[in-house]
């Protein structure tokens, strides 16, 4: 499973097969290997319209749940008092947010319905498997370059305040 350190870098084209399969590219699918090895789950969750993520289950967790946490301990002390719609399109987004998946033998991925609307591409079609640094994204490709044509002009600033 990958730590909080390691970083899924990398940009690879992929085709869904016909039954709305698709196999990570070895680079990203090695840090997933206790997930193969040990029959694990992983958390396929909806990012962006044209883009899901790929999370493994333990991480993916402890995120949502720290999150969920704050969300309670708020309503429970009353902070979110008058708030009660957003509470609920909270709990809308999270119910239909992500998926337990599994990944099969060589790291071969099923796209659940429901996800396959979302991620927008159809069997035969073309998919841009990325290392999202935390995670492992499958984007449409029209919905990738549209992301890149927005964010590559702000690569450098981003990285210098992260990395400075």
Do not use: Y
Request: proline share 5%; net charge negative.
């Amino acid at each position: 499973m990958p730590q909080a350190t390691e970083f899924l870098l990398g940009e690879f084209p992929r085709t869904l097969d016909e039954r709305h399969r698709l196999t990570l590219p070895g680079e990203l699918a090695e840090p997933f290997a206790a997930v193969l090895n040990h029959n694990a789950q992983c958390i396929l969750a909806k990012e962006r319209v044209g883009c899901l993520s790929l999370w493994p289950a333990e991480r993916w967790e402890e995120k949502l749940n720290v999150g969920v946490e704050l969300v309670q301990a708020k309503m429970r002390s009353g902070r979110l008092e008058g708030r009660t719609e957003e509470v609920q399109m909270l709990g809308r987004l999270l119910s239909t947010r992500h998926r337990t998946v599994q990944l099969a033998e060589r790291a071969r991925l099923v796209i659940p319905e429901g996800f396959r609307e979302f991620l927008g591409v159809e069997p035969r079609g073309d998919v841009i498997v990325v290392g999202a640094a935390v995670c492992v994204e499958l984007w449409r490709p029209a919905a990738w370059f549209s992301h890149l044509e927005t964010h590559i002009p702000d690569f450098r600033k981003l990285f210098d305040q992260l990395s400075g």
